[in-house]
């Protein structure tokens, strides 16, 4: 079997086991789980065994179904874009920005439009940072501004702009009706309308977000979920170097 050639694994290479879970509105009977089944075969499913049929709440069943599938990818055709910038360790953070740029980098983000997600935001911002890895807080070289949660993206814009930001990192973690994409983009037309767009770093992150999308946006890099502080820390360093505002 070609092994650019993808099928889901389960038990063996190349049976397509894979499993899906849905709620039905009817309550667990055999009818039900006959129900499940076919509903698992319209999707494609071969040989569907259903796991799992619980009551979820009256009269509404939950289903695990495991069947095979029978799609595949071809993984040598998969192109997406994705930031390419090496990872420096803290130590080698700090030195590059004493070195390279002799002040520390100011930092301004915010959790945007109606958005009140600021776990994310604040995982790569605030000094404790998320899961052990501490935010760019906690790092001597960068001046972080965190300015929390719906924040207009004038007012972030207005506030960046008097901080004289070498970076803004913008987080959208709700993509309901695409207001992500709306509002993000929104910043960035303001910002190019301002004439200073290209002056600064801007980053888009949140769990619904790949770079592929933030660069469509118009930003610098996107970072999607599991996101690493040092990481963001890097590439800010690595694009304030390709883009000349050392010295302000
Ligand atoms: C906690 C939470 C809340 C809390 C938020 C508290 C707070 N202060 O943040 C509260 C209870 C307020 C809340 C409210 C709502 N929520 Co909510 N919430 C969640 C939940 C459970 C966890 C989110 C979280 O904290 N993740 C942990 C952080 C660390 O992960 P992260 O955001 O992905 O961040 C990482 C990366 O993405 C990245 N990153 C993120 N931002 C940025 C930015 C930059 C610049 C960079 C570089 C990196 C980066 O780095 C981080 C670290 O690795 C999720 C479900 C889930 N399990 O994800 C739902 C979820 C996000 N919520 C959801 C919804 C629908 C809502 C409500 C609309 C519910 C309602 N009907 O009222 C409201 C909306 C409120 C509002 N106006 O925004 C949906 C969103 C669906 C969608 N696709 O839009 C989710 C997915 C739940 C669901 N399955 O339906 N919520």
């Known amino acids: 079997m070609d092994s650019s050639v993808l099928r889901a694994y389960g038990d063996r290479q190349g049976d397509g086991m894979v499993q899906m879970s849905f709620v039905l509105q009817v309550a667990p009977s055999a009818r ?53 910038t090496e990872s420096l360790s803290r130590t080698e953070i700090e030195e590059r920005i004493k070195s390279q740029f002799g002040r ?17 935001i604040d995982a790569i911002l605030n000094y404790k940072g998320y899961a052990g890895d501490k935010g760019l807080e906690s790092y001597k070289g960068f001046d972080v501004y965190n300015l929390g949660a719906q924040v207009e993206n004038e007012q972030l814009a207005a506030r960046a702009r008097a901080l004289k930001a070498d970076a803004i990192l913008v987080s959208q973690v709700i993509t309901q ?16 309308a301002e004439g200073w767009r290209k002056d600064v770093v801007l980053l888009l992150g949140g769990p619904r977000i790949d770079h592929k999308l933030a660069l469509e946006l118009g930003f610098d890099a996107g970072f999607g979920t599991g996101t690493k502080v040092a990481d963001v820390a890097s590439f ?10 050392p010295h302000k």
């Not at 259903?50 to 993984?75: L, P, R």
């Not at 520390?104 to 994310?120: M, R």
Request: aromatic share 8%; hydrophobic share 40%; net charge negative.
């Open 32 to 84: 039900a789980r006959e129900a499940a089944k076919r509903f698992a075969e319209k999707h494609g499913l071969k040989e569907p065994l259903v796991a799992t049929m619980e009551e979820c709440a009256k009269g509404y069943s939950y289903f695990v179904v495991y069947g095979h599938s029978v799609h595949s990818v071809d993984f040598s055709e998969i192109d997406v874009p994705e930031v390419r």
């Open 104 to 120: 520390k980098l100011v930092v301004v983000g915010a959790c945007t439009g109606s958005d009140a997600h600021t776990v994310g």
């Open 177 to 192: 009706r695409n207001c992500h994409k709306e509002n993000a983009q929104a910043l960035i037309d303001f910002l190019r």
């Open 236 to 245: 800010i360093l690595e694009r304030l170097e390709q883009i000349g505002v």
